[in-house]
């Protein structure tokens, strides 16, 4: 117990901060902090798939379009209570994940990165096939729109759950599983860990974790499920804010997620550079900068200082 202390002051510290701050946000800035939330708990479920597994995935951005078109669809044509339509995108995505965990089991490393950029290029297309029901490129929309203060609270609440879930998850025996995958796979056979069981599911409980992050996503996109919103940038930006966060541990997440969520915005106030994507080039530089300096994400960060000091 005394061991976990400092891990449930933070944790504690960090809930009353969160709780108190939209106090303190104007509208506009209650907004961008649930899209933080948002990319919080998509990151999370990349660095179970990618940090602790060892597979890696360009392909997140598909899931969260299962999940937010889960949210539009049933709130459109069901009226179904927005928070209602979270648990069941975590479940269709979960089932989603199983079904392309499965065949991934036979491929690894580059192939398996290839496989999920497909993924994300070929999902994000599917509404244009059924536009009677989806809108097609026009999109589709939730039946109630909510304010930011609505989709704070919520989006903060739904984190803090994912968090603890995938805190749960990862610190029995699956996510020893997890790791032991990760480490060797013919050393976790060897322990007597089911490659096809565990690696499965990881990719279940990482799915599961972006539709519920598409779902919210959606909502603060005024409740907008498009296909433009799910392309593969935003599966390459949930890529970008795990590795700055840092793969394989859970405590940088939150910084990772301000990173892809803050940054575009404040990258836009600054000059152009040479072209009309300046804002681009700014995000690029940035991200390079960050990798540079924090090649293990910021999760690393503590480590290194704690061995400059011993050096010291």
């Known amino acids: 117990m005394r061991r976990n202390a400092p891990a449930l002051v933070a944790v504690a510290v960090a809930a009353l901060f969160f709780a108190l701050l939209p106090f303190g946000l104007s509208d506009y800035h209650r907004g961008l902090a649930a899209s933080v939330a948002v990319y919080l708990i998509a990151i999370l479920g990349l660095n179970v798939l990618t940090g602790y597994t060892g597979q890696i995935s360009i392909g997140h951005g598909a899931f969260m379009a299962i999940g937010g078109y889960t949210t539009a669809i049933m709130s459109h044509y069901h009226n179904t209570n927005l928070i209602?339509?979270?648990?069941?995108?975590?479940?269709?995505?979960?089932?989603?994940?199983?079904?392309?965990?499965?065949?991934?089991?036979?491929?690894?490393?580059?192939?398996?990165?290839?496989?999920?950029?497909?993924?994300?290029?070929?999902?994000?297309?599917?509404?244009?096939?059924?536009?009677?029901?989806?809108?097609g490129s026009a999109g589709i929309s939730a039946s109630k729109s909510v304010s930011n203060s609505w989709l704070y609270g919520v989006s903060w609440s739904t984190a803090a759950i994912a968090f603890l879930f995938t805190w749960l998850v990862l610190r029995g025996r699956t996510g020893r599983?997890?790791?032991?995958?990760?480490?060797?796979?013919?050393?976790?056979?060897?322990?007597?860990?089911?490659?096809?069981?565990?690696?499965?599911?990881?990719?279940?409980?990482?799915?599961?974790?972006a539709g519920v992050a598409g779902s919210l996503f959606v909502l603060a996109t005024n409740g907008f499920a498009q296909p433009n919103e799910f392309s593969v940038t935003l599966s390459l930006k949930i890529l970008v804010g795990a590795a700055v966060a840092g793969l394989g541990s859970l405590w940088g997440v939150l910084l990772g997620a301000a990173f892809i969520a803050l940054l575009p915005t404040l990258s836009a106030s600054a000059p152009l550079i040479g072209s009309a994507h300046g804002q681009d080039v700014v995000f690029g530089l940035f991200v390079i900068v960050v990798m540079i300096l924090l090649p293990t994400g910021v999760a690393g960060l503590i480590p290194r200082l704690r061995r400059l000091r011993v050096k010291a």
């Open 84 to 135: 209602l339509t979270l648990p069941l995108a975590f479940v269709i995505t979960f089932g989603c994940g199983v079904l392309v965990g499965l065949p991934a089991l036979r491929l690894s490393g580059v192939y398996l990165a290839l496989a999920t950029f497909a993924l994300a290029v070929s999902i994000p297309q599917l509404p244009l096939k059924f536009s009677k029901f989806t809108g």
């Open 177 to 209: 599983a997890f790791r032991a995958i990760r480490d060797s796979e013919v050393a976790a056979t060897s322990s007597g860990v089911t490659l096809a069981i565990y690696k499965t599911l990881a990719f279940g409980v990482s799915a599961a974790l």
